[in-house]
């Protein structure tokens, strides 16, 4: 056998072949080694899957070396400049792009289920008023699998695409209405005559204007984040979404838990403050000197899979520009600019590959949009929604994929004898 691992176990002397398929070896033939026959069989010890596939996939291809970012083949620079976010969802959730009469139904589709029934707008309006986004986010999209309860004949193939719809539509809906109720402002319906990214920008912002005309360069750029955040392979939100075969708002819904903490969709917001903290460019060699000690972290720099620059990073500084054409220059772009040349030229930076991140530049944009840092991760998460879709209707339909179930190395007491509290407290 050529494609196989030979495998020596040093406790009995015996040999495994193993094969190899697609530069993987699959868990369960390692479970087949064992001591003896009353032992477990080898298991693979592997804290936050640095080292393991867990599926299948043809959504997205990364090659963090080379610094390669693919939705469906299609290189991630091309499609935030020639691209839209609708076009994009569309490749993701069905595997190509759309000819022009599936894209304008698509496009009709999703404009015409923006709204969602009143008894959403009921249930938001009953948070507390400091609420944040992100928990009304994630408790909004869950109670949708309340108000659709076919969405759970998940092998229906009409009925998931109409979820699908539902879910990218009213996404934009749920996350306006979690930044006005934290305003105490009214919440605004969507505007069927706008597109998708415009729309969702006049929910923001509209007062008591008869109509929002968003400036284009500011919908261009907003549009281009949503592309960039559309998907990224097998992350902790998408392994939430994929670990159960559950109708796709509750699935979607866990997605949005998982980004909800700050080792995943609130990094942005750690790179603004750490920027506020720096203050000035004169205070850059003292920060500089602190991360090299170990007593500062230099936030927005490096990624668990990239060990390039991050293309998505090159495409946001350039948005970036463009928002600030209309916004006026954040003063913390100087910062960031300075910091980025020093970690691109200083060998300590570069010899460890800590190269810009996504958020290094995001958090700039959404603040310039005037959007509070706690919003964020909820833009983040309304643009992921089509990629954890593609990678839930992967799930749904891949025969291979079972519900997820870590094996543990138990490390706790064993066959201890029980006392009765009457003995215990006596």
Same mark, same amino acid.
């Given at each position: 056998?050529?494609?196989?691992?030979?495998?020596? !176990?040093?406790?009995? %002397?015996?040999?495994? !072949?193993?094969?190899?398929? !697609?530069?993987?070896?699959?868990?369960?033939?390692?479970?087949?080694?064992?001591?003896?026959?009353?032992?477990?069989?080898?298991?693979?010890?592997?804290?936050?899957?640095?080292?393991?596939?867990?599926?299948?996939?043809?959504?997205?291809?990364?090659?963090?070396?080379?610094?390669?970012?693919?939705?469906?083949?299609?290189?991630? $620079? &091309?499609?935030?400049?020639?691209?839209?976010?609708?076009?994009?969802?569309?490749?993701?959730?069905? %595997?190509?792009?759309?000819? &022009?009469?599936?894209? $304008?139904?698509w496009v009709h589709d999703i404009t015409f289920h923006t709204f969602v029934h009143e008894n959403v707008k009921t249930f938001m309006q009953g948070f507390r008023y400091d609420a944040h986004p992100m928990g009304m986010l994630m408790a909004g999209t869950g109670a949708l699998s309340t108000f659709y309860p076919d969405a759970r004949n998940i092998n229906d193939h009409d009925v998931r695409y109409l979820q699908i719809i539902r879910m990218?539509?009213?996404?934009?809906?749920?996350?306006?209405?979690?930044?006005?109720?934290?305003?105490?402002?009214?919440?605004?319906?969507?505007?069927?005559e706008l597109s998708y990214t415009e729309n969702f920008l006049a929910m923001l912002f509209k007062m008591s204007e008869q109509k929002y005309n968003a400036d284009e360069r500011l919908v261009k750029a907003l549009d281009v984040l949503f592309i960039l955040?559309?998907?990224?392979? &097998?992350?902790?939100?998408?392994?939430?979404?994929?670990?159960? &075969?559950?109708?796709?708002?509750?699935?979607?819904?866990?997605?949005?838990?998982?980004?909800?903490?700050?080792?995943?969709? %609130?990094?942005? $917001?750690?790179?603004?403050?750490?920027?506020?903290?720096?203050?000035?460019?004169?205070?850059?060699?003292?920060?500089?000197?602190?991360?090299?000690?170990?007593?500062?972290?230099?936030?927005?720099?490096?990624?668990?899979?990239?060990?390039?620059?991050?293309?998505?990073?090159?495409i946001i500084k350039k948005a970036a520009e463009d928002v600030f054409e209309v916004t006026g220059t954040n003063p913390l772009l100087d910062i960031a600019l300075e910091l980025e040349k020093i970690a691109l030229e200083d060998e300590y930076f570069v010899s460890r590959k800590l190269y810009p991140n996504v958020d290094f530049y995001s958090g700039l944009i959404y603040e310039a949009f005037q959007f509070p840092p706690e919003m964020f991760t909820v833009l983040f998460a309304i643009g992921r929604t089509p990629g954890w879709l593609a990678q839930w209707l992967e799930l749904v339909q891949d025969k291979e994929q079972k519900i997820a179930r870590p094996k543990q190395i138990y490390t706790g007491d064993r066959e201890l004898t029980f006392t009765p509290a009457s003995e215990r407290w006596a």
């Open positions: 056998m050529t494609d196989s691992l030979t495998v020596r !176990d040093n406790r009995t %002397g015996q040999e495994y !072949d193993v094969p190899i398929a !697609d530069g993987a070896i699959k868990a369960a033939d390692l479970g087949k080694i064992k001591a003896d026959e009353d032992s477990p069989g080898l298991a693979i010890y592997d804290p936050g899957f640095v080292n393991t596939a867990s599926c299948r996939s043809s959504v997205t291809y990364i090659d963090g070396e080379k610094g390669i970012l693919e939705y469906r083949g299609y290189p991630i $620079e &091309q499609l935030a400049e020639k691209s839209s976010f609708l076009e994009v969802a569309y490749l993701l959730v069905h %595997g190509e792009l759309p000819s &022009q009469t599936q894209h $304008e139904q990218i539509a009213k996404m934009p809906t749920l996350g306006a209405w979690a930044f006005r109720h934290a305003q105490g402002k009214p919440y605004v319906y969507p505007d069927n955040h559309a998907d990224h392979e &097998q992350n902790c939100s998408a392994n939430a979404v994929r670990s159960s &075969q559950v109708d796709p708002y509750s699935a979607v819904a866990a997605g949005i838990g998982a980004l909800y903490g700050p080792l995943h969709g %609130g990094a942005n $917001e750690s790179v603004l403050r750490m920027l506020r903290r720096i203050g000035t460019k004169d205070n850059i060699p003292d920060f500089i000197n602190g991360v090299k000690n170990g007593d500062e972290r230099l936030m927005g720099f490096g990624h668990r899979v990239y060990k390039n620059y991050d293309p998505r990073a090159r």
